[in-house]
Protein backbone atom coordinates (compact mmCIF):
# COMPACT_ATOMS: atom_id res chain seq x y z
CA UNK A 1 0.00 0.00 0.00
CA UNK A 2 1.68 3.68 -0.84
CA UNK A 3 0.55 5.81 2.26
CA UNK A 4 0.73 9.81 1.57
CA UNK A 5 1.78 12.13 4.52
CA UNK A 6 1.00 15.63 4.33
CA UNK A 7 3.14 17.54 6.76
CA UNK A 8 5.37 14.68 7.71
CA UNK A 9 8.20 16.63 8.80
CA UNK A 10 5.90 18.78 10.90
CA UNK A 11 5.12 17.62 15.36
CA UNK A 12 2.75 15.27 14.90
CA UNK A 13 3.25 13.79 11.48
CA UNK A 14 7.09 13.30 12.06
CA UNK A 15 6.09 11.20 15.22
CA UNK A 16 3.73 9.50 13.11
CA UNK A 17 5.93 8.53 10.44
CA UNK A 18 8.58 7.53 13.34
CA UNK A 19 6.28 5.26 15.02
CA UNK A 20 4.90 3.77 11.38
CA UNK A 21 7.43 3.37 8.81
CA UNK A 22 9.50 0.86 11.32
CA UNK A 23 6.34 -1.10 11.86
CA UNK A 24 5.00 -1.51 8.24
CA UNK A 25 7.72 -2.66 5.95
CA UNK A 26 5.20 -4.01 3.76
CA UNK A 27 3.82 -0.44 3.06
CA UNK A 28 5.43 2.94 1.25
CA UNK A 29 5.45 5.93 3.43
CA UNK A 30 5.97 9.21 1.03
CA UNK A 31 6.10 12.52 3.05
CA UNK A 32 5.00 15.69 1.28
CA UNK A 33 6.16 18.42 2.85
CA UNK A 34 6.93 22.30 2.42
CA UNK A 35 9.22 22.36 4.96
CA UNK A 36 8.18 25.61 6.83
CA UNK A 37 9.06 27.22 10.06
CA UNK A 38 7.20 24.37 11.83
CA UNK A 39 9.45 21.58 9.81
CA UNK A 40 12.54 20.25 11.31
CA UNK A 41 14.25 17.55 8.99
CA UNK A 42 16.29 16.21 11.73
CA UNK A 43 13.20 15.25 13.12
CA UNK A 44 13.04 12.23 10.19
CA UNK A 45 16.62 11.43 10.69
CA UNK A 46 15.67 7.89 12.47
CA UNK A 47 14.00 7.14 9.35
CA UNK A 48 15.38 8.62 6.39
CA UNK A 49 16.88 6.05 5.36
CA UNK A 50 14.38 3.41 5.47
CA UNK A 51 13.58 1.51 2.32
CA UNK A 52 9.95 1.92 2.41
CA UNK A 53 9.94 6.03 3.24
CA UNK A 54 11.19 9.10 0.45
CA UNK A 55 10.07 12.85 1.12
CA UNK A 56 8.87 15.16 -1.60
CA UNK A 57 9.36 18.64 -0.75
CA UNK A 58 5.63 20.17 -2.09
CA UNK A 59 3.91 22.72 -1.05
CA UNK A 60 0.03 21.68 -1.28
CA UNK A 61 -1.44 25.04 -2.56
CA UNK A 62 0.68 24.42 -5.66
CA UNK A 63 -2.08 21.91 -7.49
CA UNK A 64 0.22 21.13 -10.40
CA UNK A 65 3.08 19.96 -7.77
CA UNK A 66 0.56 17.66 -5.73
CA UNK A 67 -1.21 16.97 -9.22
CA UNK A 68 2.64 15.50 -10.30
CA UNK A 69 3.52 13.73 -6.60
CA UNK A 70 -0.30 11.65 -7.02
CA UNK A 71 1.03 10.63 -10.64
CA UNK A 72 4.59 9.59 -9.73
CA UNK A 73 3.80 7.74 -6.28
CA UNK A 74 -0.01 6.74 -7.11
CA UNK A 75 -1.23 6.62 -3.36
CA UNK A 76 -3.99 4.48 -2.23
CA UNK A 77 -3.89 6.42 1.58
CA UNK A 78 -3.63 10.13 1.95
CA UNK A 79 -3.16 10.78 5.88
CA UNK A 80 -3.39 15.17 5.59
CA UNK A 81 -1.55 16.12 8.45
CA UNK A 82 -0.05 19.60 6.66
CA UNK A 83 -1.62 22.62 8.17
CA UNK A 84 -0.50 25.93 9.46
CA UNK A 85 -0.77 24.55 12.79
CA UNK A 86 -0.57 27.88 15.69
CA UNK A 87 -3.68 30.14 17.02
CA UNK A 88 -1.13 32.92 18.04
CA UNK A 89 0.33 33.21 14.17
CA UNK A 90 -2.96 32.69 12.45
CA UNK A 91 -4.33 36.21 14.80
CA UNK A 92 -1.46 37.91 13.86
CA UNK A 93 -1.33 36.77 9.94
CA UNK A 94 -4.32 34.68 8.78
CA UNK A 95 -3.53 34.89 4.83
CA UNK A 96 -1.96 31.08 4.97
CA UNK A 97 -3.76 29.88 7.24
CA UNK A 98 -6.53 29.92 4.25
CA UNK A 99 -4.37 29.00 1.65
CA UNK A 100 -2.73 26.15 3.51
CA UNK A 101 -5.88 24.44 5.45
CA UNK A 102 -8.43 25.44 2.82
CA UNK A 103 -6.83 25.91 -0.71
CA UNK A 104 -4.55 23.27 0.03
CA UNK A 105 -6.65 20.47 1.40
CA UNK A 106 -9.16 21.34 -1.82
CA UNK A 107 -6.11 20.75 -4.16
CA UNK A 108 -5.57 17.34 -2.27
CA UNK A 109 -9.16 16.37 -2.80
CA UNK A 110 -9.19 17.32 -6.56
CA UNK A 111 -5.99 15.44 -7.02
CA UNK A 112 -7.73 12.81 -5.26
CA UNK A 113 -10.60 12.66 -7.50
CA UNK A 114 -8.55 12.80 -10.49
CA UNK A 115 -6.62 10.23 -9.78
CA UNK A 116 -8.87 7.95 -7.63
CA UNK A 117 -10.69 5.77 -10.23
CA UNK A 118 -11.22 2.48 -8.05
CA UNK A 119 -12.28 4.08 -4.48
CA UNK A 120 -12.99 0.22 -2.66
CA UNK A 121 -9.15 0.79 -1.10
CA UNK A 122 -9.15 4.42 -1.44
CA UNK A 123 -8.93 6.75 1.81
CA UNK A 124 -8.52 9.89 2.41
CA UNK A 125 -7.62 10.57 5.95
CA UNK A 126 -8.07 14.26 7.43
CA UNK A 127 -6.78 15.25 10.84
CA UNK A 128 -8.62 18.00 12.39
CA UNK A 129 -8.91 19.77 15.52
CA UNK A 130 -11.52 20.49 18.38
CA UNK A 131 -11.28 23.68 18.30
CA UNK A 132 -13.57 23.61 15.21
CA UNK A 133 -16.45 23.37 18.00
CA UNK A 134 -15.33 26.82 19.64
CA UNK A 135 -15.82 27.24 23.60
CA UNK A 136 -16.95 24.77 26.43
CA UNK A 137 -18.28 26.27 29.20
CA UNK A 138 -17.42 24.56 32.75
CA UNK A 139 -19.41 21.87 31.79
CA UNK A 140 -20.24 19.29 29.30
CA UNK A 141 -17.77 17.80 26.05
CA UNK A 142 -17.39 17.64 22.07
CA UNK A 143 -19.29 14.55 21.01
CA UNK A 144 -19.18 14.24 16.86
CA UNK A 145 -22.15 15.86 16.80
CA UNK A 146 -21.46 19.18 18.86
CA UNK A 147 -21.87 22.22 16.37
CA UNK A 148 -18.83 24.16 14.26
CA UNK A 149 -18.38 27.07 16.52
CA UNK A 150 -15.11 28.25 15.93
CA UNK A 151 -12.99 31.42 17.16
CA UNK A 152 -9.74 32.01 15.45
CA UNK A 153 -9.01 32.32 11.89
CA UNK A 154 -7.30 28.92 12.53
CA UNK A 155 -9.92 26.82 13.96
CA UNK A 156 -12.34 28.67 11.71
CA UNK A 157 -9.72 27.24 8.66
CA UNK A 158 -9.64 23.51 9.91
CA UNK A 159 -13.60 23.74 10.20
CA UNK A 160 -13.73 25.38 6.70
CA UNK A 161 -11.34 22.37 5.53
CA UNK A 162 -13.50 19.88 7.44
CA UNK A 163 -16.34 21.09 5.70
CA UNK A 164 -15.10 20.53 2.25
CA UNK A 165 -13.77 16.72 2.93
CA UNK A 166 -17.37 15.95 4.30
CA UNK A 167 -18.33 17.84 1.22
CA UNK A 168 -16.48 15.89 -1.21
CA UNK A 169 -17.73 13.02 0.09
CA UNK A 170 -21.06 13.30 0.13
CA UNK A 171 -20.79 15.10 -3.34
CA UNK A 172 -18.14 13.14 -5.03
CA UNK A 173 -18.41 10.10 -3.07
CA UNK A 174 -14.46 10.50 -1.93
CA UNK A 175 -13.81 7.99 0.89
CA UNK A 176 -12.94 9.69 3.62
CA UNK A 177 -12.57 9.73 7.39
CA UNK A 178 -12.21 12.65 10.11
CA UNK A 179 -10.65 12.70 13.26
CA UNK A 180 -11.17 15.73 15.56
CA UNK A 181 -8.49 15.38 18.47
CA UNK A 182 -7.70 17.70 21.27
CA UNK A 183 -4.23 19.57 21.73
CA UNK A 184 -1.06 17.38 21.92
CA UNK A 185 1.99 17.25 23.36
CA UNK A 186 5.19 15.56 23.04
CA UNK A 187 9.19 15.27 21.40
CA UNK A 188 9.39 17.15 18.24
CA UNK A 189 6.95 20.10 18.83
CA UNK A 190 7.73 23.57 18.14
CA UNK A 191 8.58 25.70 21.17
CA UNK A 192 5.65 28.15 19.86
CA UNK A 193 3.23 25.59 21.72
CA UNK A 194 2.53 26.19 25.36
CA UNK A 195 4.76 22.70 26.66
CA UNK A 196 7.67 22.86 24.74
CA UNK A 197 7.92 26.98 24.69
CA UNK A 198 7.58 26.45 28.61
CA UNK A 199 10.06 23.82 29.07
CA UNK A 200 12.84 25.86 27.06
CA UNK A 201 11.90 29.07 28.87
CA UNK A 202 12.13 27.41 32.35
CA UNK A 203 15.60 26.01 31.66
CA UNK A 204 16.83 29.41 30.24
CA UNK A 205 15.36 31.11 33.51
CA UNK A 206 13.36 33.23 30.92
CA UNK A 207 9.75 34.49 32.06
CA UNK A 208 6.79 32.38 31.64
CA UNK A 209 4.47 34.27 29.65
CA UNK A 210 0.77 32.77 30.59
CA UNK A 211 -2.33 34.54 28.58
CA UNK A 212 -5.17 36.09 31.14
CA UNK A 213 -5.38 34.65 34.63
CA UNK A 214 -4.26 30.81 33.13
CA UNK A 215 -7.32 29.45 34.16
CA UNK A 216 -8.49 28.07 30.31
CA UNK A 217 -8.78 24.46 30.25
CA UNK A 218 -6.95 22.17 27.33
CA UNK A 219 -7.61 18.39 27.27
CA UNK A 220 -3.78 17.18 26.57
CA UNK A 221 -3.34 13.83 24.71
CA UNK A 222 0.36 12.27 24.17
CA UNK A 223 1.25 12.64 20.67
CA UNK A 224 1.97 9.02 19.93
CA UNK A 225 -1.63 8.22 21.06
CA UNK A 226 -2.89 10.38 19.06
CA UNK A 227 -0.77 8.91 15.88
CA UNK A 228 -1.90 5.60 17.32
CA UNK A 229 -5.88 6.59 17.20
CA UNK A 230 -5.44 7.65 13.61
CA UNK A 231 -3.81 4.87 12.37
CA UNK A 232 -6.59 2.58 14.38
CA UNK A 233 -9.60 4.85 11.92
CA UNK A 234 -7.27 5.03 9.00
CA UNK A 235 -7.26 1.15 8.85
CA UNK A 236 -11.18 0.30 10.69
CA UNK A 237 -12.39 3.52 11.13
CA UNK A 238 -16.39 3.77 8.75
CA UNK A 239 -16.01 5.66 5.64
CA UNK A 240 -17.34 8.87 5.97
CA UNK A 241 -17.27 9.32 9.27
CA UNK A 242 -16.01 11.43 12.54
CA UNK A 243 -14.17 10.27 15.26
CA UNK A 244 -13.36 12.68 17.96
CA UNK A 245 -9.82 11.73 19.89
CA UNK A 246 -8.76 12.85 23.29
CA UNK A 247 -7.27 11.63 26.93
CA UNK A 248 -9.63 12.97 29.64
CA UNK A 249 -6.49 15.37 30.91
CA UNK A 250 -8.31 18.42 31.71
CA UNK A 251 -6.41 20.81 32.89
CA UNK A 252 -5.90 24.77 33.24
CA UNK A 253 -3.00 26.22 31.93
CA UNK A 254 -1.69 27.67 35.10
CA UNK A 255 -1.49 23.62 36.36
CA UNK A 256 0.46 22.73 33.36
CA UNK A 257 3.25 24.98 34.11
CA UNK A 258 3.03 24.62 37.39
CA UNK A 259 3.75 20.65 36.80
CA UNK A 260 6.12 21.51 34.39
CA UNK A 261 8.05 23.98 36.94
CA UNK A 262 8.47 20.89 39.32
CA UNK A 263 9.50 18.55 36.28
CA UNK A 264 11.92 20.89 35.15
CA UNK A 265 13.52 21.59 38.76
CA UNK A 266 13.67 17.46 39.30
CA UNK A 267 14.69 16.64 35.91
CA UNK A 268 17.31 19.50 36.51
CA UNK A 269 18.36 19.16 39.98
CA UNK A 270 17.39 22.84 40.43
CA UNK A 271 14.80 24.58 42.99
CA UNK A 272 11.29 24.32 42.09
CA UNK A 273 10.35 27.94 43.43
CA UNK A 274 13.06 29.34 41.54
CA UNK A 275 11.13 28.15 38.09
CA UNK A 276 7.76 29.25 39.67
CA UNK A 277 8.68 32.83 40.31
CA UNK A 278 9.29 32.91 36.51
CA UNK A 279 5.51 32.89 35.79
CA UNK A 280 4.00 35.62 34.43
CA UNK A 281 0.36 36.93 33.85
CA UNK A 282 0.63 38.84 29.92
CA UNK A 283 -1.85 40.20 28.01
CA UNK A 284 -4.93 37.43 27.13
CA UNK A 285 -5.43 36.15 23.74
CA UNK A 286 -8.15 37.82 21.85
CA UNK A 287 -10.67 35.31 21.04
CA UNK A 288 -9.36 33.12 24.08
CA UNK A 289 -11.46 29.79 23.97
CA UNK A 290 -12.03 29.10 27.79
CA UNK A 291 -12.44 25.50 27.76
CA UNK A 292 -11.99 22.17 25.38
CA UNK A 293 -12.38 18.70 26.80
CA UNK A 294 -13.17 15.75 24.43
CA UNK A 295 -15.88 13.22 24.49
CA UNK A 296 -13.46 9.98 22.54
CA UNK A 297 -16.52 7.35 23.76
CA UNK A 298 -16.67 6.55 19.99
CA UNK A 299 -13.45 5.78 18.85
CA UNK A 300 -13.02 4.14 22.41
CA UNK A 301 -15.99 1.66 21.50
CA UNK A 302 -16.59 1.67 18.20
CA UNK A 303 -12.66 1.24 17.10
CA UNK A 304 -11.05 -0.10 21.01
CA UNK A 305 -8.72 2.99 20.96
CA UNK A 306 -7.61 4.31 24.69
CA UNK A 307 -4.06 6.43 25.19
CA UNK A 308 -1.39 4.74 26.71
CA UNK A 309 -0.05 7.21 28.60
CA UNK A 310 -0.69 9.21 31.50
CA UNK A 311 -0.53 12.96 31.82
CA UNK A 312 1.68 12.44 34.30
CA UNK A 313 3.96 10.00 32.45
CA UNK A 314 4.01 12.06 29.09
CA UNK A 315 5.15 15.11 30.46
CA UNK A 316 8.15 13.23 32.14
CA UNK A 317 9.15 11.32 28.93
CA UNK A 318 8.23 15.19 27.27
CA UNK A 319 10.56 17.05 29.51
CA UNK A 320 13.35 14.33 29.08
CA UNK A 321 13.18 14.85 25.62
CA UNK A 322 13.63 18.48 25.11
CA UNK A 323 16.12 18.21 27.60
CA UNK A 324 18.15 15.44 25.68
CA UNK A 325 17.89 17.09 22.50
CA UNK A 326 19.72 20.38 22.45
CA UNK A 327 21.08 20.30 18.68
CA UNK A 328 16.81 19.56 17.62
CA UNK A 329 16.07 22.66 19.48
CA UNK A 330 18.88 24.92 18.35
CA UNK A 331 17.94 24.01 14.33
CA UNK A 332 14.67 24.91 15.36
CA UNK A 333 15.18 28.56 17.33
CA UNK A 334 18.20 29.74 14.39
CA UNK A 335 15.02 30.53 11.89
CA UNK A 336 12.81 33.47 12.48
CA UNK A 337 11.81 31.92 15.51
CA UNK A 338 13.57 35.27 17.79
CA UNK A 339 11.31 37.76 15.48
CA UNK A 340 8.19 35.33 16.01
CA UNK A 341 8.87 35.61 19.66
CA UNK A 342 9.01 39.63 19.52
CA UNK A 343 6.10 39.98 17.37
CA UNK A 344 3.87 37.68 19.86
CA UNK A 345 5.00 38.47 23.01
CA UNK A 346 6.50 42.47 22.79
CA UNK A 347 3.31 43.65 22.34
CA UNK A 348 1.60 41.70 25.24
CA UNK A 349 3.87 43.60 28.12
CA UNK A 350 1.65 45.86 28.88
CA UNK A 351 -0.63 43.01 30.48
CA UNK A 352 2.30 41.59 32.47
CA UNK A 353 2.06 40.91 36.14
CA UNK A 354 4.63 38.97 38.16
CA UNK A 355 2.18 35.95 39.68
P1 LIG B 1 2.99 21.62 12.78
O1 LIG B 1 2.78 23.07 12.61
O2 LIG B 1 3.99 21.15 13.79
O3 LIG B 1 3.45 20.98 11.39
C1 LIG B 1 2.82 21.30 10.19
C2 LIG B 1 3.62 20.67 9.05
O4 LIG B 1 2.94 20.99 7.82
C3 LIG B 1 5.04 21.23 8.91
O5 LIG B 1 5.96 20.18 8.66
C4 LIG B 1 4.96 22.17 7.73
O6 LIG B 1 6.17 22.29 7.00
C5 LIG B 1 3.88 21.51 6.89
N1 LIG B 1 3.19 22.47 6.01
C6 LIG B 1 2.66 23.67 6.37
N2 LIG B 1 2.16 24.30 5.29
C7 LIG B 1 2.37 23.48 4.24
C8 LIG B 1 2.08 23.54 2.85
N3 LIG B 1 1.47 24.62 2.32
N4 LIG B 1 2.40 22.49 2.06
C9 LIG B 1 3.03 21.40 2.57
N5 LIG B 1 3.35 21.29 3.88
C10 LIG B 1 3.03 22.30 4.69
O7 LIG B 1 1.55 21.01 13.04
P2 LIG B 1 1.12 19.78 13.98
O8 LIG B 1 0.97 20.26 15.35
O9 LIG B 1 2.00 18.64 13.67
O10 LIG B 1 -0.35 19.51 13.41
C11 LIG B 1 -0.56 18.60 12.34
C12 LIG B 1 -2.05 18.53 12.04
O11 LIG B 1 -2.76 18.12 13.20
C13 LIG B 1 -2.66 19.88 11.64
O12 LIG B 1 -3.57 19.66 10.60
C14 LIG B 1 -3.36 20.35 12.89
O13 LIG B 1 -4.46 21.17 12.58
C15 LIG B 1 -3.80 19.04 13.50
N6 LIG B 1 -3.95 19.03 14.96
C16 LIG B 1 -2.93 19.48 15.75
C17 LIG B 1 -3.08 19.42 17.14
C18 LIG B 1 -1.97 19.89 18.06
O14 LIG B 1 -2.18 19.95 19.28
N7 LIG B 1 -0.79 20.19 17.56
C19 LIG B 1 -4.26 18.92 17.71
C20 LIG B 1 -5.28 18.46 16.85
C21 LIG B 1 -5.10 18.53 15.49
P1 LIG C 1 -1.32 26.51 22.45
O1 LIG C 1 -0.25 25.55 22.81
O2 LIG C 1 -0.99 27.66 21.56
O3 LIG C 1 -2.52 25.64 21.85
P2 LIG C 1 -4.04 26.09 21.45
O4 LIG C 1 -4.13 27.55 21.45
O5 LIG C 1 -4.18 25.50 20.08
O6 LIG C 1 -4.92 25.44 22.48
O7 LIG C 1 -1.94 27.11 23.78
C1 LIG C 1 -2.47 26.27 24.79
C2 LIG C 1 -3.05 27.16 25.87
O8 LIG C 1 -1.99 27.88 26.50
C3 LIG C 1 -4.01 28.20 25.34
O9 LIG C 1 -5.07 28.39 26.28
C4 LIG C 1 -3.17 29.47 25.26
C5 LIG C 1 -2.19 29.30 26.40
N1 LIG C 1 -0.85 29.92 26.19
C6 LIG C 1 -0.31 30.75 27.18
O10 LIG C 1 -0.94 31.01 28.22
N2 LIG C 1 0.92 31.29 26.96
C7 LIG C 1 1.64 31.05 25.83
O11 LIG C 1 2.77 31.61 25.68
C8 LIG C 1 1.09 30.18 24.85
C9 LIG C 1 1.84 29.87 23.57
C10 LIG C 1 -0.16 29.62 25.07
Redesign the pocket.
Known amino acids: MNVLV??????????FLRLLVPRHPEHRFVN?????????PKSLAPIAEAPGYCFER?????ADAVDRVFATHQPDVVV???????VDRSILGPK?FL???FE?TFNLLEACRKHWQDLGDKVFH??????VYGSLGTEGFFTEETAYDPSSP?SAS?AA?DHLVRAWHRTYGLPVKI???????GP???PE?LIPLMILNAVERKPLPIYGEGLNVRDW?Y?TD?CEAIWKVVQSGAVGETYN?GGHNEKTNIDVVDALCHLVAEETGVDAAELLALKTFVKDRPGHDMRYAIDATKIERDLGWTPKQTFESGMRETVRWYLANDAWIQDVKSGDYKTWIEANYGDRRDGESAS
Open positions: TGGAGFIGANVDALTYAANVDITDHFAAESHQRTNGHVSTDEYKSTNCSNNYLQFKLVHI
